[in-house]
């Protein structure tokens, strides 16, 4: 049952312009929340955009990244990158946004002396924010998962961060909470062709 889920789930980037119950987006949440969790510290939270004029300008200030990059690259690159990204804004159509947020919570990092090497402390910073971003990014599969059980299209989308800051602005993203992705939620307006994936054995590696 599960397999199938998995196999049947695509990332959909059109949407109907009908809005999802509440209850509806709640049952998205209540799966993400089931994931595990470095230490069971579920470092998440997650914004449900419904308004769709806070879409809107999300995706104008990712646009108005694009153009920035844009301006940044050599010549021979610049219309290539721009017509790519077109992929880090079409969550315009969606008519919800769930935006999960992750926190790095210190874990060995806060048990350290104080006269702690930075490079070693460095290293330690590194494994919170791995736990985190991880734990996060489980959270935000059953997010996808369950969207396919109940008929709703969804795509998790890293693309839009590139206008992180002004993203965190505009969604009202607290103090020390960083956003993971963006998932445009609603019903499919597209039934989109699988890519496909490589043949198992060749990501494996037996010892
Ligand atoms: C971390 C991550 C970031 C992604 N970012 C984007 C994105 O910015 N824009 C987009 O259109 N799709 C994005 N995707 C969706 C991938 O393009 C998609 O998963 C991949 O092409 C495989 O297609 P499938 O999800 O239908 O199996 C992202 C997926 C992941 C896991």
Redesign the pocket.
């Known amino acids: 049952m599960i397999l199938e889920t998995m196999q049947s789930?695509?990332?959909v980037?059109r949407f109907l312009p009908e809005q999802v119950l509440e209850e509806t987006l709640l049952e998205l949440i209540e799966a993400a929340v089931t994931a595990p969790s470095a230490g069971n510290s579920q470092p998440w939270r997650f914004l449900i955009v419904r308004e769709k004029a806070i879409i809107e300008s999300a995706a104008d200030l990712v646009d108005k990244e694009r153009y920035r990059l844009k301006g940044l690259l050599r010549t021979e690159f610049q219309n290539e990158v721009l017509s790519y990204s077109v992929?880090?804004s079409?969550f315009r159509s969606a008519p919800h946004l769930v935006v999960p947020l992750f926190r790095v919570v210190a874990g060995m990092t806060a048990m350290l002396q104080e006269e702690t090497p930075e490079e070693e402390r460095a290293s330690f910073q590194a494994l919170d924010h791995h736990s985190a971003l991880l734990s996060v990014s489980l959270a935000i599969q059953n997010i996808l998962l369950r969207a396919e059980e109940l008929g709703l299209g969804a795509?998790?989308?890293?693309?839009?961060l590139l206008a992180r800051k002004p993203l965190e602005r505009c969604l009202g993203v607290p103090e020390g909470w960083q956003i993971a992705?963006l998932i445009p939620i609603g019903l499919p307006g597209e039934s989109?062709f699988?890519?496909g994936r490589k043949p198992v054995r060749s990501f494996v590696r037996w010892l």
């Open positions: 789930r695509r990332s980037r992929h880090f079409h795509c998790c989308m890293t693309g839009p992705a989109p699988n890519p």
